[in-house]
């Protein structure tokens, strides 16, 4: 009999919708009174919070991150986490990071609340419980199971409103899928080394570039400022007019990392003009390969966490795997 942990955060799938349509969190959430009960798995539920997933932090995902160290030397077969879809990713990715995932760690929630016609959430729910209970989720990460594919919490993101078919892999596709009789994987991910921290920094922003940007924003940035992700321009290019406040914010030792904001490739150092990035990689700029701008958000959170700086940050954020 394997053991699972459900770890229920809240998000729409511990939601029910009302008469006139509006979706929001109930006194109870709605997952607890559908534990599941399948063949050789026995579920443990466990309401750690029950937030909207706008209103949770990395401190939040700190908190879960511990509760599944702790389930972990307990001797938990595997865990999943119900979570709300808005930042299911980033605190998919902050338990990527920060855990050694000796067991599936599996991350799911729904766009359809418990309620509402064609609901997702428990069929969600059974396909993470099935996934973090199979011996192929093994090694692979922190996962995300919705609608029948499984992705790594590295790459995943939400790419659609309201879509049950929203969470996509740009560039690189799930790893794998929930068929009719279990987890079937076809792609092995390059594991990385946990960054095991016991807090989280403040003060990490994340700004987007556009035509004919400016450094107003750079500049508005506070004195505390710990890091910053731009979601640069193609293959990582800023314009010319942003350039003085980068400078500025270099000066003063704060860590600048720079992702593309096209939804699929990698930002690279390959442009050689005012702004392009072969000048931002010279001037210090952390490029950062194949993540979104929140995950390389949340890497840099983990990082300067962690205590790294100069070199051996630039090193964790840009994201190669050696
Ligand atoms: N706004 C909701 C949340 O993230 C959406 C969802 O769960 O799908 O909590």
Do not use: W
Request: hydrophobic share 45%; charged share 15%.
């Amino acid at each position: 009999m394997k053991h699972i942990l459900a770890l229920h955060t809240g998000g729409t799938i511990a939601m029910t919708a009302d008469s006139a349509g509006n979706v929001a969190p109930g006194a109870h959430n709605a997952l607890l009174a559908q534990d599941a009960v399948l063949d050789g798995i026995e579920v443990t539920s466990e309401e750690i919070f029950n937030l909207p997933s706008p209103h949770v932090t990395p401190e939040r995902m700190l908190e879960l991150s511990r509760r599944i160290r702790t389930a972990e030397a307990a001797g938990i077969d595997g865990v999943v986490v119900t979570h709300g879809t808005d930042t299911l990713e980033e605190t998919a990715y902050f338990l990527d990071l920060t855990l050694d995932a000796t067991v599936p760690v599996v991350v799911t929630g729904a766009m359809r609340s418990a309620n509402e016609v064609g609901s997702d959430g428990r069929y969600n729910y059974l396909s993470a419980i099935r996934t973090a209970a199979s011996a192929g989720a093994r090694h692979k990460g922190c996962l995300v199971v919705m609608n029948d594919e499984i992705h790594t919490a590295r790459f995943v993101t939400k790419t659609h409103t309201t879509n049950v078919a929203t969470f996509r892999t740009p560039t690189f596709g799930p790893i794998g899928l929930v068929t009719k009789t279990g987890a079937v994987f076809f792609q092995e991910l390059i594991n990385q080394a946990a960054c095991p921290i016991d807090h989280v920094v403040d003060r990490v922003f994340l700004l987007k570039a556009y035509a004919g940007m400016d450094a107003t924003l750079l500049d508005a940035l506070p004195q505390d400022t710990a890091g910053l992700v731009i979601e640069a321009l193609g293959a990582g290019n800023l314009p010319p007019a942003t350039l003085p406040g980068l400078a500025r914010l270099l000066d003063r030792g704060v860590p600048v990392v720079l992702v593309s904001r096209c939804f699929n490739g990698v930002a690279e150092a390959v442009y050689d003009y005012e702004g392009g990035g072969v000048n931002l990689a010279k001037a210090g700029v952390i490029f950062c390969q194949g993540l979104n701008g929140q995950k390389a958000r949340i890497k840099l959170i983990v990082g300067l966490s962690g205590g790294k700086t100069g070199a051996a940050l630039a090193a964790y954020v840009n994201n190669a795997v050696s």
